[in-house]
C-alpha cells in the first residue's frame, strides 16, 4: 500500500481540502491555467484573413509542441506534410470536391498522416524485420495521429489562431495522396488549415450532445428517448445564422449526409481500401483476406498483383 494511502478505516475521516502531496489538486495556481472553459468555448474557424501569414518558425512550434502527444509504444506513427505550394493546394481543394476554401486562404496546410513508413525505415536500420497489417495500421497510426495534431491545434489556439481540419480529402484519398507525393507507409487521414480569423476570432456556433449521452458511469448505456431529443435539441441549435444553413434544417439530415446508406462515410469505404492498398498498408494480409486461389498462387510463387503498389519504394500510384 502507498504511503499516502490512508487505511481504509481511516478514509471517512479524512481531510482531502489540502493536497500538497498532489500539486494538481492543490489550491496554489497551477503552472497550466486551467483550460476547461476556454476549450468549453473553442470552435472551428472557416472564414481565414487570407492577407495575414503565420511565420515559418511558429509552425515548427506548433509543431513541435504536438509531438509531445501520448503515442502507442513510443512508436510515433505520424507525419505532417507542410504543403506549400499553391497549385498542390489548389489541387487538394479540388480533390476534396470543392466547398473547403480554407484550404486555399488559411495561412498553412498540412496534412496529417498515419506514417508507419518510418517504422520500417528504423527497423532496417538496425537489420531488424517490419510487417504492417492494414487493421491494426489504421486504427494505431489514427490515433497517435490524431493526438498529435490535436496537441498542434491547441498550441495554435492558445497562439491566437483558428484551426479547420479538413475531411473531405477522404473523398479521393488516393489522388490526394499522389499529389502530395507520398510514399508507400504514409497516408493522409485529414487535413489541418492554420490561419488567422477572418472576424479576429471563432465565430461558430458549436454546440455538442449532452454530457450524459458520452459520459457513462459504471458502464455504457443505451440514450434513453428524452436523451435521444436532447442530442436533437441541443445539435439544431447549429444551424440558423451559421455554416450550416437556415432554421429549416434538422441534425437528422447532417446525420443522414453522412452516414446513411448513400452517405459520406459509405462512399467514401471504398476509397479509403484503395489507398490503403496504394500506400503499400497491404504488404501483409488484413482487410482484404485472399480467397484461397489467391492464396494457393501465392504459394506457389506466383506474381503478386499489387506488388508494383506495395514494394518498399516508390511513391504513390
Not at 8 to 25: C, Q
Not at 177 to 196: H, K, M, R, Y
Not at 267 to 285: H, S, W, Y
Request: negative net charge; proline residues 6%; aromatic residues 6%.
Amino acid at each position: 500500500m502507498s504511503d499516502r494511502t490512508p487505511p481504509a478505516g481511516d478514509r471517512a475521516n479524512t481531510d482531502y481540502t489540502d493536497h500538497t502531496d498532489r500539486p494538481a489538486l492543490a489550491a496554489a495556481a497551477a503552472e497550466v491555467p486551467d483550460l476547461a472553459p476556454w476549450l468549453a468555448r473553442r470552435a472551428t474557424v472557416r472564414q481565414f484573413d487570407t492577407d495575414a501569414e503565420i511565420p515559418d518558425d511558429e509552425v515548427r512550434a506548433m509543431v513541435d509542441a504536438g509531438r509531445k502527444a501520448p503515442t502507442s509504444g513510443t512508436t510515433q506513427m505520424y507525419s505532417f506534410v507542410w504543403i506549400r505550394d499553391p497549385d498542390r493546394r489548389e489541387r487538394i481543394h479540388e480533390l476534396c470536391s470543392r466547398g473547403t476554401v480554407q484550404v486555399e486562404e488559411a495561412s498553412q496546410f498540412l496534412l496529417v498522416c498515419i506514417d508507419v513508413r518510418r517504422i520500417r525505415l528504423l527497423l532496417e536500420h538496425r537489420d531488424r524485420e517490419f510487417r504492417t497489417t492494414p487493421a491494426m495500421g489504421l486504427l494505431e497510426g489514427s490515433i497517435d495521429a490524431s493526438l498529435a495534431a490535436m496537441g498542434v491545434m491547441l498550441a495554435a489556439e492558445s497562439r491566437g489562431y483558428g484551426v479547420c481540419p479538413i475531411g473531405n480529402i477522404l473523398n479521393n484519398l488516393t489522388e490526394v495522396a499522389a499529389t502530395a507525393d507520398l510514399p508507400a507507409g504514409v497516408l493522409p487521414i485529414f487535413g489541418l488549415c492554420l490561419g488567422v480569423p477572418r472576424h479576429g476570432e471563432a465565430t461558430e456556433n458549436a454546440p455538442r450532445v449532452p454530457l450524459d449521452t458520452v459520459l457513462h458511469e459504471g458502464g455504457y448505456r443505451d440514450p434513453t428517448a428524452a436523451q435521444l431529443d436532447a442530442c436533437y435539441d441541443a445539435m439544431n441549435e447549429m444551424y440558423g445564422d451559421s455554416v450550416y444553413g437556415d432554421d429549416r434544417r434538422e441534425w437528422q439530415e447532417t446525420l443522414e449526409r453522412y452516414w446513411g446508406p448513400n452517405g459520406f462515410m459509405n462512399r467514401r469505404e471504398g476509397e479509403l481500401l484503395d489507398a490503403l492498398r496504394q500506400q503499400g498498408f497491404f504488404a501483409a494480409r488484413g482487410i482484404d483476406e485472399p480467397a484461397d486461389a489467391d492464396t494457393a498462387d501465392a504459394d506457389s510463387g506466383a506474381p503478386d498483383p499489387d506488388a508494383d503498389r506495395n514494394g518498399n519504394g516508390g511513391g504513390a500510384a
